[in-house]
């Protein structure tokens, strides 16, 4: 083989990797976009959450995290406490919530419970805890919880992507 050809042969060859590791840099970009991260990416219209009763108060308490069920299913339980300031205020089981997260200055809705399912169980104290797929929390930032009727409260995840799961796991 001529030099020529040899050189042509080599630059065809380191070409096609180049091009090879651009294709898989750009597949592993776009399957990494945070729209891809949560259950739900959907833009929250902002008439659609204003469904507020002036008299409840919302406090985020805490997640506690992998919550295992006697039917085996495991989620995440976000607690939160409700204060009512009028007598005999209370909350019913099945309400509707949604959780967003805020990205790039707007809300964002990344799940939902829907149409009366049994979605909350009453600890003490007044707090509620409401199911969500593990993992919902994964990624730091703002997030907030609205149930549908009383209003909504805001949940901010920090330090949480700092986590060494893999030591978490094997505890």
């Known amino acids: 083989m001529t030099k020529i050809k040899k050189r042509w042969a080599a630059i065809i060859v380191v070409g096609t990797l180049l ?30 959450r204003t469904d507020v009763d002036p008299n409840v108060e919302l406090q985020f308490t805490g997640i506690d995290f992998d919550y295992p069920y006697p039917n ?9 406490k409700m204060t009512f300031s009028f ?8 309400d509707d919530f949604y959780v967003d997260y805020f990205y790039e200055d707007s809300w964002h809705e990344i799940y939902s419970r829907r149409y009366g399912m049994a979605v909350a169980t ?7 805890g409401f199911e969500v797929p593990p993992g ?11 149930l549908v009727g009383l209003g909504y409260c805001d949940i901010d995840i920090m ?13």
Do not use: C
């Not at 294709?23 to 659609?48: G, L, M, T």
């Not at 085996?72 to 976000?78: A, E, L, Q, T």
């Not at 330090?159 to 505890?171: F, L, R, T």
């Open 19 to 48: 091009l090879l590791f651009f294709v898989i840099a750009v597949i592993s970009a776009w399957e990494d976009r945070i729209e891809e991260q949560f259950p739900k990416w959907e833009d929250v219209n902002p008439a659609a």
């Open 72 to 80: 085996g299913n495991i989620y995440d339980v976000v607690l939160i």
């Open 87 to 94: 007598p005999g205020g209370g909350y019913t089981q099945g």
């Open 122 to 128: 009453h600890h003490h104290d007044g707090t509620w």
């Open 159 to 171: 330090g949480i992507e700092d986590v060494n799961w893999e030591d978490y796991i094997s505890q």
């Open 136 to 146: 919902l929390f994964a990624r730091d930032g703002k997030y907030r919880m609205f």
